[in-house]
């Protein structure tokens, strides 16, 4: 796993976001790699050793938000977001807590602007609906 190097290599804070940008729960199984066991025992300690520990300020929420708007042609609805991952890599039990995760970090930040998210998105409409 590229965040065991990147933190020997003291990139600690690069480290953290790979690790935590999209994990809203905090859960090691909010990661493709030890769901599907693709990880040695080494890097499944890490990671949830990682994850006892860690404590997430609102810059981490942020970017998990942020992954959680965007496709790769820009901002999008958070369903249609989840929904092109899940038909990517699949479902599992892991997944509609971690999708309640990310509908809480979406209000978390709309009752701190005080208004939706998606009224500062630009192309948020025309990228979901692929106008």
Wanted: glycine share 4%; net charge negative; aromatic share 12%.
């Amino acid at each position: 796993m590229v965040i065991i190097t990147l933190k020997k290599l003291g990139y600690d804070l690069l480290a953290k976001i790979c690790i935590t940008h999209s994990c809203p729960t905090k859960s090691i199984y909010d990661i493709d790699d030890v769901v599907n066991k693709n990880c040695t025992d080494e890097e499944y300690k890490f990671v949830e050793d990682y994850f006892n520990k860690v404590e997430y300020n609102d810059y981490d929420k942020l970017i998990q938000l942020c992954d959680a708007l965007a496709l790769h042609n820009g901002f999008t609805l958070i369903e249609k977001r989840l929904i092109d991952v899940a038909l990517r890599h699949g479902v599992n039990e892991y997944n509609v807590p971690k999708w309640k995760a990310f509908m809480e970090l979406k209000n978390y930040f709309e009752e701190k602007m005080g208004k939706s998210i998606y009224s500062i998105l630009p192309g948020v409409i025309e990228n979901t609906f692929n106008l």
